[in-house]
Every structure is written in C-alpha cells, then in structure tokens.
C-alpha cells in the first residue's frame, strides 16, 4: 500500500457539516402552520341542529351527532284542530244580513224618501185663447189680391183682423218708402215673401164696412237683394200664399 493511502486510512473521520434547511418561496404565512394532532375539519357549513332539539332542550352530551332536518316543512302539531279549506264558519249568534242595502234607522227623525205628498208633476197645460179670439187661415189662390182678401175678410165677420204671417210668392208688387206715402217703387219679377204684418180695423161708427189700416210686407228676389215697405197696391199672389190672421172685437175708432 502505498503512503498516501495509508495516511488517508490512519486519520479519524472527520464530522461533516450538517446540511442547512430550505427556505420556502413566497411570502411568508400569516398564520402558524397548523398542528398535525389535532383532527381536520371538513369543508363546507357546519351542520344544523333541529328546532326540535332547541325546543325540547339541550342535547345530552350521550348523542355525539344531531338528529337531521327532514326536508320540507315541519310537521303540524296533531292537537291543534284542523282547519277547513275556506272562509271561517260565521258565528251563528249574530243575525243574519240580508241581501241589499242595511235598513235606515226608523228612530232617527228625517225625511222620508220619495216626493212629499202634493207635489207630483202637473202637467203643463197650453194657454187658451181667450174666447173672443179667433184665429183664422186664409189660402189665396194665383192672380187674387191678398190685401182685398184680408180686408173683406174683416168686413164679412164685422171685426178687426191682424196679419201674424204669410207663406208664398208674389208677382210685381208696389212698395212705398218709409214715411212717405206718395213715394213708392214698383218691383218687376216673382218674390218670396218673408213676412207679412198688418191689421183692419173699424173707423167709423156709422159706416160698419169703414176700415182703417194696412199691410207691411218683406220679401226676396232671385238675385238675393231683400225689398221692404208697405203695400201701394194691389197685392197678387204668384203661387198660392197661405196667410195666418186673427180676428178680435173691437169697438169703432170714433166711438
């Protein structure tokens, strides 16, 4: 054997150095790492406990796991009655309402419904005529005078006769101007009349076929102008013109 190794296999081992840990990478945890002997606990909720432990007291310490909540809601308590699906039964000690509105109180002092006695609607009765009024109609015929019809009209009958309306046509009437009687116009062509008013009435005790008056008439061409006046002149119907008079008694002017 050579020197060298017999040297190497004379000297006494050496100790060798022991090896230094490793530091984890990241940061360092906040918490101490946990202790191995202590028992793991599982992930997730802790488990329930029923109401039905809570409300018949605390669990003996004998059972070591809680009872589990059936799902769904919890059982009715079998001493309570039963209630019936619906509205709940009235109570047969208070009367019965009838149908309708709740009757009024009859002591109460007020005022009954309907209308009070006498005052039922009357009906409206039209205002007579006075007796001694007498309406009258006259239809003239085409070509006759309305104005000579009217006044022999208040002649026949002895009485004073008023003009209320006419409905017709007139052919060429004569009209004079307002106040002056010596003016009047002559108007060619048929006319509708628009209205017709006048009276006759007796003026002179002596003679009874004596009248005084006239007629005012208002009518429209074809062209639309509108002429008005008193009637100059004999008054000729172009159509058959229906006037409305009334007839009244009255005593002579010079009475």
Known sequence: MSQPHAELLSRPAESQP????????????KHPPKDPALPKRKRGR????????????ERSPADPSPPK???????????????????????????????????KNLSVA????????????KKSESPALPSSL???????PRGEDIAARVFLLSRE???????????????????????????????EGPFDLLSLSGSYVPDDPSDAGSRMGGLSATMVGGDGLVHGGGVASPLLAFTTVQVMVLLFPTAPMGA
């Open 46 to 57: 802790p488990p329930k406990v029923s109401r039905s432990h809570e409300l018949q007291g």
């Open 110 to 121: 007020g005022r009954k419904p309907g209308r009070p006695l006498g005052s039922k609607r």
């Open 134 to 140: 007498e309406p009258r109609v006259l239809l003239v």
């Open 18 to 29: 022991a090896p230094a840990l490793k530091r984890p990478r990241g940061r360092p945890r």
């Open 69 to 103: 909540r059936q799902p769904g809601r919890p059982p009715k308590d079998s001493t309570l009655p039963k209630r019936k699906p619906g509205r709940p039964p009235k109570d047969a000690s208070l009367p019965k309402r009838k149908p309708g509105r709740p009757p």
């Open 157 to 187: 009958e002895g009485k004073a006769v008023c003009v209320l309306s006419a409905n017709g046509s007139v052919h060429s009437p004569t009209l004079t101007g307002p106040g002056d009687a010596f003016t009047s116009t002559n108007h």
